[in-house]
């Protein structure tokens, strides 16, 4: 005999996005005027997995502050990359912004 029981499934859903700057919301998950980006080292040891962040901005003044912010916290490592761009192009692309 097969003996049946109700269950309750729980599951995380993302329902809105909130910019890591100004803390400004959407519910639209595909906002296209949202920017999406990470930054992290591959320098050795195993710290590079832990270095990966990842980051969501709502306009370019937030992206050019979280971008000035990352190349503070992940500093003048060669193997450093913010937005998959080199941490040298960063720096010249925030003086740029300003």
Known sequence: MRISKDITITREQEVSIKCDICGDTTEDLKNNDWYSFAHGHNSWGN??????KYFDVCSVECYR???????????????AEIDEKNIKFVKKLCEALK
């Open 65 to 79: 502050k979280q971008l000035e912010l990352s190349i503070k916290e992940i500093g003048e490592d060669i193997g």
């Open 47 to 52: 710290d590079s997995c832990d270095s990966i």
